[in-house]
């Protein structure tokens, strides 16, 4: 348990230390990562963004825009590999990234049901967001529409947290109320924060034990 805090909480720094070293450029490669169905929570990427548009670092539009165009590159490579692999090589090597048939049959469904639309609605949506590329490959949704629903669905959920952290950042030094109320609950934070991550990556091991013993040999 404390290894695996200790690997989330070194990721997460990672994660704001190659955001301040590059900027922009780091935005849309880390963000290009969790589009590629690897677990990096967008979550953190773009409010640390938005905290550095608070210092005059970076532009606000041009962080979301940023974040967006790493989506659309992310998506690129999980789609292909559900246009070219179909389901059972995203099963099969999914495992390597944490994905489960879960993750994918959520995925599918929620394709199935809202057709292209899938893509622009689903990137808005935790959970979804990182997969739904998958199902759009498998299904051989045409590459400029899935290109543009990624961006355009993409641009508002990157604009939202980017501006959170903005929002957070401006008000940290000139709102006293809010920097006592953080300091006084930024502990218990932190550690609601590492548990909520550790369950998520535990549960994640577990679907993919559990797919693994339910193979046919």
């Not at 109320?177 to 535990?202: E, N, P, Q, T």
């Amino acid at each position: 348990m404390n290894g695996l805090s200790n690997l989330i909480a070194t990721l997460a720094g990672w994660i704001v230390a190659v955001i301040a070293a590059t900027g922009y450029i780091g935005i849309i490669g880390l963000m290009a990562l969790e589009s590629a169905c690897i677990p990096l929570p967008s979550e953190i990427i773009m409010p640390f963004s938005g905290y550095l548009v608070s210092t005059g670092r970076l532009d606000l539009w041009l962080v979301a825009i940023a974040g967006a165009v790493g989506c659309n590159l992310g998506s690129a490579l999980a789609y292909e590999a559900g246009r070219r692999g179909g389901r059972p090589m995203v099963e099969r090597y999914g495992r390597w990234l944490l994905l489960t048939p879960e993750d994918l049959d959520r995925s599918e469904r929620f394709f199935e049901r809202f057709g292209g639309a899938a893509v622009l609605i689903g990137r808005m949506l935790p959970g979804i967001r990182s997969f739904i590329a998958l199902p759009a490959g498998i299904a051989r949704m045409p590459l400029l529409r899935f290109h543009l629903y990624t961006f355009i669905g993409s641009l508002p959920w990157c604009l939202g947290l980017a501006y959170a952290g903005q929002v957070l950042g401006s008000r940290w030094n000139t709102d006293p109320r809010l920097s006592a109320w953080f300091h006084k609950i930024d502990l218990f934070l932190l550690g609601a924060i590492v548990l909520a991550a550790i369950w998520f990556v535990r549960r994640r091991l577990t679907g993919v034990r559990t797919s693994r013993a339910t193979e046919p040999e």
